[in-house]
């Protein structure tokens, strides 16, 4: 399993070759510099430690800074470890770009989904509502219903679903296929959709 991060930057839809609507998510898929490099011999395993954006020194703990310049690195603004099995190629300080991927390969994309904050069960569980207003029930439409027992257990059992904060909860999307390759402008197009809002951090995984 390797990676790099990338930001989201929108949906658009392209054509394919037999003429067909390909609905897209653009990615801005690096460029991600390595930071460190983990060995078998040092670490106990292999990976690349990536990062992605940029930020100010002032802004920096200095551990944090400390790490960037023992490595002789330029901050960035993200940091994330991809298990890489072959790690002889790359060097602290290369930059992995759009080009890492191929079109028509599938890729794995993970990441943040849109918080929408406190919701009713209707929104978060797809529940129907109530429905009638027999009996005076007039703001009854969209209740959960009942949701206790009689007096045995006489209790609410654990896992009941009720309302409550709804998404901002890490998301993986499996099996998209990369259908465009920008190199010029590190942007990749990915079938289909990718959780997250605009301009949100992803994680671009090859299985």
């Known amino acids: 399993m390797s990676g790099i991060l990338g930001r989201k930057l929108g949906m658009s839809s392209v054509f394919g070759e037999n003429g067909k ?26 990976a690349l430690q990536v990062g992605f954006g940029t930020k100010k020194e002032k802004n920096l703990n200095k551990p944090i800074l400390g790490h960037f310049k023992k490595n002789n690195v330029q ?5 994330k470890e991809f298990r890489f099995d072959e790690i002889s190629e790359y060097e602290v300080g290369q930059e992995i770009k759009a080009d890492f991927f191929q079109e028509g390969e599938k890729i794995k ?3 943040k989904s849109k918080g929408k904050g406190f919701q009713g069960v209707m929104k978060r ?14 703001d009854r439409l969209r209740a959960p219903g009942s949701i206790g027992q009689s007096s045995d257990p006489s209790r609410v059992l ?6 409550g904060r709804t998404g901002g909860k890490g998301v993986t999307i499996s099996n998209l296929e990369v259908i465009k390759v920008l190199p010029e402008e590190n942007i990749i197009l990915v079938n289909g959709s990718v959780p997250g809002s605009i301009n949100s951090i992803v994680e671009l995984i090859k299985p």
């Open 21 to 46: 609507r390909i609905p897209v998510t653009a990615i801005q898929a690096g460029p991600c510099k390595i930071v460190t490099i983990r060995t078998k011999e040092k670490d106990g395993y292999k």
């Open 75 to 79: 901050p960035t603004a993200h940091l």
């Open 109 to 111: 994309v993970r990441a």
């Open 125 to 138: 569980h797809g529940f129907k509502g109530v429905g009638g207003t027999t009996h005076g029930q007039s």
């Open 158 to 163: 654990k896992g009941m679903r009720m309302a």
